[in-house]
T-cell receptor, first 115, second 114 residues
Framework: DQQVKQNSPSLSVQEGRISILNCDYT??????FLWYKKYPAEGPTFLIS?????DKNEDGRFTVFLNKSAKHLSLHIVPSQPGDSAVYFC??????????????FGTGTLLAVQP | DSGVTQTPKHLITATGQRVTLRCSPR?????VYWYQQSLDQGLQFLIQ???????AKGNILERFSAQQFPDLHSELNLSSLELGDSALYFC?????????????FGAGSRLTVL
């Protein structure tokens, strides 16, 4: 049961342009979402998060948008840089408000930023 | 350096063997999580400990077990290894065991079963 889905396995953009990575979820109880970035041979690193009380959260070049009615979130990177080339995972706590905050991850999107 | 330390970084072993992966959480963090990433797969949750107690369990095989010690480090034991157990195993830690919280990941242990 894949409750967090990233339907695009890969994305290629030109340096300086916008990268848009998408994520859909099925569980309407999810209340908090995170994006992680992963380089090869490294562990995932936290990028940005958003609570369901917001529809947008911005941190420098990174902005996450949340559309609760569509159960959809997206990560925008503007402008994209070659160093942004990595796998991006969206994630949500499986039992938010419950006894655990274990994260459920999507399958990831490999972003390649071309110089 | 995320502050989460995992050893060993690489491990090659044979089918049927047993291995132990070790994780030291970030200083001050009480919760430890184990994830498995197989080839072309996402991160699959295995198990969570909080302050020495098991907090949540995912699709962890019966051949696998884990524990968190009083000094908060954790070990993941994998036994009767099969070829399909070859994967990256990540440990993560956080201060809280529930609620909105960011998990900090280690660099992973790459297990190869031959």
């Amino acid at each position: 049961d894949q409750q967090v889905k990233q339907n695009s396995p890969s994305l290629s953009v030109q340096e300086g342009r916008i990268s848009i990575l998408n994520c859909d979820y099925t569980n309407s109880m999810f209340d908090y979402f995170l994006w992680y970035k992963k380089y090869p041979a490294e562990g995932p690193t936290f990028l940005i998060s958003i609570s369901s009380i917001k529809d947008k959260n911005e941190d420098g070049r990174f902005t996450v948008f949340l559309n609760k009615s569509a159960k959809h979130l997206s990560l925008h990177i503007v402008p994209s840089q070659p160093g942004d080339s990595a796998v991006y995972f969206c994630a949500a706590p499986r039992d938010y408000g419950g006894a655990t905050n274990k994260l459920i991850f999507g399958t990831g999107t490999l972003l390649a930023v071309q110089p | 350096d995320s502050g989460v330390t995992q050893t060993p970084k690489h491990l090659i072993t044979a089918t049927g063997q047993r291995v132990t992966l070790r994780c030291s959480p970030r200083s001050g963090d009480l919760s430890v999580y184990w994830y498995q990433q197989s080839l072309d797969q996402g991160l699959q949750f295995l198990i969570q400990y909080y302050n020495g107690e098991e907090r949540a369990k995912g699709n962890i095989l019966e051949r696998f077990s884990a524990q968190q010690f009083p000094d908060l480090h954790s070990e993941l034991n994998l036994s009767s290894l099969e070829l399909g157990d070859s994967a990256l195993y990540f440990c993560a830690s956080s201060y809280r065991g529930s609620g909105a919280n960011v998990l900090t990941f280690g660099a992973g242990s790459r297990l190869t079963v031959l």
